[in-house]
């Protein structure tokens, strides 16, 4: 008589095989309820690109962080506050940051040069009105003799606040020489005697005190209360000097480049740049 008693070996094959079934259930289960889960099936969000952008100060700064608002999907905008002109080029010439938003292409062509740097414009965003300023005078015509002119100490802007003083007829400079390139060697008449004092831009405020005249951007001379069109002796708009984004020139053809250009030639921007009377949009 055959016994009806199941071999101890076919007793484990049939618990493993439940076992794997039960499991296998399991996992197509989860595997189910991951690929009705947002986003399982590509993975993971990938995070977006930060490009960090140098600026000095308001209104650059203001519009950095608008671009910001704007910036593309799969990327952002990093804002990195400095001191100082060069201070910016530095760390964008050497790779520390991205980009930066903070000058002219003129003022960025006088660091190359003294650099060996690579730094390029790419993008013109907007354009403002410089100015000559005085604490004591009223009219430029009231320039005393032997008085002193406070003038920046980059070739680019030595050139512009020169040439700026020779169309009124304060000084006149050397007809060899181009004035966008003139040094206070090129005064080729100085009927007054003036004193140049020539101090970088950022700290040009300092010489408002002492000084009798003053040649400022108006980013700067707004912290003493002043504008160039209430209180500038004599003023210019020159679309030469337009601020710019400014990349390496490896970096000038990259995605996050034409995102960057994108981003700072947005409404936002754009809403930045017409709230400020000193400034105008240069896109």
């Known amino acids: 008589m055959r016994s009806n008693t199941v071999p101890s070996t076919t007793k484990r094959s049939a618990a493993l095989l439940a076992a794997a079934t039960a499991s296998a259930l399991l996992l197509a289960g989860c595997g189910a309820q991951q690929a009705d889960a947002p986003g399982a099936s590509d993975g993971a969000a ?3 690109t930060t490009i960090q952008v140098a600026a000095v ?11 910001g608002e704007a ?14 002109y060069v201070t910016a080029n530095t760390l964008l010439n050497d790779g520390e940051i991205d980009a930066n938003f903070s000058q002219h292409v003129p003022y960025m062509e006088g660091f190359n040069a003294a650099n060996d740097g690579t730094l390029t414009g790419v993008q013109p965003v907007y354009n403002f009105v410089i100015a000559f300023y005085s604490k004591t005078l009223d009219d430029i015509a009231d320039l005393p003799t032997g008085g002193t002119v406070a003038i920046p100490d980059d070739a680019s802007n030595t050139g512009r606040a020169l040439k700026l003083l020779a169309s009124e007829g304060v000084i006149e400079l050397d007809p060899a020489v181009d004035p966008y390139e003139a040094t206070v060697d090129d005064i080729a008449s100085n009927p007054k005697e ?10 040009l405020n300092t010489a408002y005190e ?6 400022q ?4 001379i707004s912290a003493l209360g002043l504008n160039p069109e209430d209180d500038g002796l004599i003023t210019e708009l020159d679309d030469t000097f337009a601020l710019h984004v400014v990349v390496r020139e490896e970096d000038a053809d990259s995605e996050a480049t034409a995102a960057l250009i994108e981003a700072f030639t947005s409404d936002e921007v754009r809403a930045v740049i017409e709230s400020n009377e000193t400034i105008e949009v240069a896109f």
């Open 46 to 48: 990938a995070e977006p």
């Open 57 to 67: 100060t308001s209104p650059m700064t203001d519009v950095v962080e608008a671009a």
């Open 71 to 84: 910036i593309g999907d799969g990327f952002e905008i990093e804002l990195v506050e400095v001191s100082d």
């Open 194 to 203: 003036l004193e140049f004092l020539q101090i970088p831009i950022s700290s």
């Open 210 to 215: 002492e000084a009798d005249l003053v040649f």
């Open 217 to 220: 951007w108006p980013s700067h």
